[in-house]
């Protein structure tokens, strides 16, 4: 039998439907005291973070500065920094990773999918030909070559040249 460490892992297992009252971790994220090490680039009103339970390597998000769940409820200058900095994301894992091509979305309510309830962020995710493999199909599991810490110095260099 074949193992696959992924200790990083072990957060997401063992939080995984605590619930609770817990804070956002994307406001979390932003705390002056305790700024996340996945940040990658923080802008006026919006800013990119690694995500800490990738699909593949280099993904990331964009996330609104300000706590604000739909886009409805965002500002104008709120949604072209947005934009802007999705645009960048996808300009950085270009050169960063060459992927074949990127799922860029959102899920908006827990129906659409939504991990993060309440905090608006775009997924930008890094796609190669035949990146699906079985590991997804038969154990519900994703292999990410990539260790986290080593995804965050190849792209945040490359995120303050271009933001």
């Known amino acids: 039998m074949h193992r696959l460490w992924a200790p990083w892992r072990l957060a997401y297992v063992t939080e995984a439907g605590s619930g609770g009252d817990s804070p956002c971790v994307f406001c979390a994220a932003l705390s002056e005291s305790q700024m996340s090490p996945l940040t990658l680039y923080r802008g006026d009103r919006c800013f990119v973070i690694l995500n800490k339970y990738p699909y593949s390597n280099g993904h990331l998000m964009v996330v609104p500065t300000r706590h604000v769940g739909t886009l409805s409820d965002a500002t104008a200058a709120e949604l072209t920094e947005l934009i802007a900095l999705t645009r960048t994301a996808e300009i950085v894992l270009k050169e960063a990773y060459q992927p074949h091509g990127l799922n860029v979305g959102m899920n908006l309510g827990k129906p659409a999918g939504a991990g993060v309830l309440g905090h608006l962020h775009v997924h930008v995710v890094p796609r190669w030909n035949g990146d699906t493999n079985f590991m997804t ?15 965050v110095e190849r792209l945040r260099p490359l995120f303050e040249q271009l933001a």
């Open 137 to 151: 199909v038969t154990a519900e599991t994703r292999v990410v070559p990539e260790e986290p810490s080593r995804t």
